[in-house]
């Protein structure tokens, strides 16, 4: 038989194509501000975190010419995570400037030859060696200030530093003094006092006669706070971004809300605090039900954030608040959790938001910002937002306004069958675009179960018919659910794109999104009154529930269940091979002025267990992707894209060749490549200095004997 291909759009690339070049005129949108002049200003390019360029001095004739300009190591600056660190650079005045190891150092390099010209590394303090998300700067923020450019930095201790572009020193007259013994006296905010200072628990806390302690910050039986993106400055404003532990790493209920804070860029002047977690009387307090508002925490907002300067709007994602697996103690939709928030940059107000999952129990936290640029539908240029999400969903709103652009029903979900949870009834589904995945949508049926061969599917057939199949929305069960079959299953199929963002063309109205398959059966969970560490079906710290870093529980409000290990919660295979038809790593590209899907292609080679399998030989299997992600930019008339790091660093497929591609962005064919010195992650970007233009690609140093760091090309 001839075996049905996971989501192959070729036959459909002449009518996409069509579609495209009939929009192609109409896409001459404006775009945001940050790369005029050959710059790359925001860790995103622009302020809408397209990551493009209409740089073309490299371009599909000569992209093949490329030869190595400058390799940059981090290893000189402390302990390293050379492929598990996430950082893009940005250029901006003539300057480089990323950060490095889990110290979070600031450097600015040479951007002809990558020599460090300076470096900035807070002084370490207790809360610095607490904070769970050390290697994660993802970059810095930067803006002028009286003609003189200032690099912004948040670090894991969660202080906010600005920076003289120059010669790196703090600002003078800037900030407030930080008493601890080697800071700077000025150029610097401890963010914690302007956290906490109107939050209750705390508020108790001080009036129990306790002191604040700037070198411990938070003390653990409060809550946890940090950063794991960059502030951004928009009109003069600096916006702080909060990270905190992942909430499926915790034990307990209570933490620090991760309230949005804006500062002034030019004195470091406290300005406005956004609630993330609504209080009496804000909007949208009445999704917290059993008071839950009062002690819940986290909501961080620790992706990267876009902004439109003209509309004075700066777009923000959040997570889910504490104990992810189980909303039993915070019943509701809890807003503004899982959701996209645009807030007046010089106020702090919600100018208008809106919940992409309500009541987060999934790890489905937003994880990059939304894209900002004009497209045209139906011959309406709309100022667009569009977002990305983990379960292969994508939604596009008006940034202006907050409207969909086309139609989002919520639809009826899976519900919960463990005492005292709460799961929501519905959820929010786009009508268009289509989802990167179409298993999303109804889960493994008949259509995505792997048919290669007969017997395969009869068997796969057998093994699914044992579950309850779901789509995105799959809760777990109870140890003893009793049902008469092993377990829920589900999918999603957008990915961890964390470390491999989408990217768009303000030129064309082209996205290009990395993405994958993934169905499993969820963790069951079990009652208890806390950690039991004699007790193999519940997580104990270091082992997939707790870690070092967790603040403990109370004793008392902790949650009443917790995620369980133990048989069931791994979807059966076929003699190794998943019952669904893989789709590993891919890449499809959309035309946003009408949302078709124009492209897809895999990325990489399909498995070796796969190929080899001894099942399949003779077998006409489709490309299915490798491992790994793929990460990319647009430059001017080329697609920049490189096969990346998978999460855990080692599974970088060892025949996966080293290569950076060009690719045609409205075919998605690969026209050209030269070779990588070690796996490309995370972060690529591109610029203009001295009248050349230089690509820069973040690289990790596993399986390689090149050290993790930058490495830069050019013409010759």
Known sequence: MTPIRPICFSRALPIALTLLLATWSTAAAQRLPGTENGEWRYIGGDAGHTKSSPLSQINASNFGDLEQAWMWTSRNYGPNVDYFSRSTPVYADGGLYTVATPRRQVISLDPATGETLWTFREPETIRHLRSPRQAYGKGVGYSEVNGRGVVYITTPGFFLWALDAETGQPLENWGEAIPIDGFAPSGGIDLIPHLVGDWGRWEDYVAQGNRYDPDLGIPRELGMVTASAPPIVVNGVVVVLVGHEPSYGQTRIENVPGDIMGFDAATGEFLWKFHVIPRPGEFGHETWENDAWEWSGDMSTWAPASADPELGLVYLVTNASTVQTYAGHRPGHNLFGGSLLALDVATGERRWHFQIHHSDQWNYDLPTPPILMDITVDGETIPAAI??????????????????????????????????????????????????????????????????????????????????????????????????YINNVGCMGGGNVIPHPPVADPETGLMFVSHSRSCSAPGFMGPTNGIDEDDPNYPVPGQGGATPNSTPTTGTTVAAWLPAGGGGAALQRVDGLPVYKQMNNQLTAYQMNGGERVWSHAVGPTPEYVRTHARLQGVDIPELGGNGWSIQMVAGDLLVQAQALSQGGAQYPPDAPLELHARDKVTGRILASVPLPAPAQYGMMTYMHEGQQYIVVQIGSIQTDTPGGLVAYRLP
């Open 387 to 484: 977002l990305n999400t983990k379960q292969g969903l994508v939604f596009v709103f008006n940034r202006a306004t907050g409207e969909p652009v086309w139609p989002i029903e919520e639809r009826p979900v899976m519900q919960t069958q463990v005492p005292g949870n709460y799961t929501a009834p519905t959820q929010p589904y786009p009508t268009w675009p289509e989802p990167v995945d179409p298993i999303i949508l109804s889960g493994i049926t008949d259509e995505f179960l792997i048919d290669y061969t007969p017997e395969l599917l009869e068997q796969a057939r057998e093994v699914i018919a044992q579950y309850n199949v779901g789509g995105l929305y799959v809760p777990p069960l109870p140890i003893d659910h009793g049902n008469d």
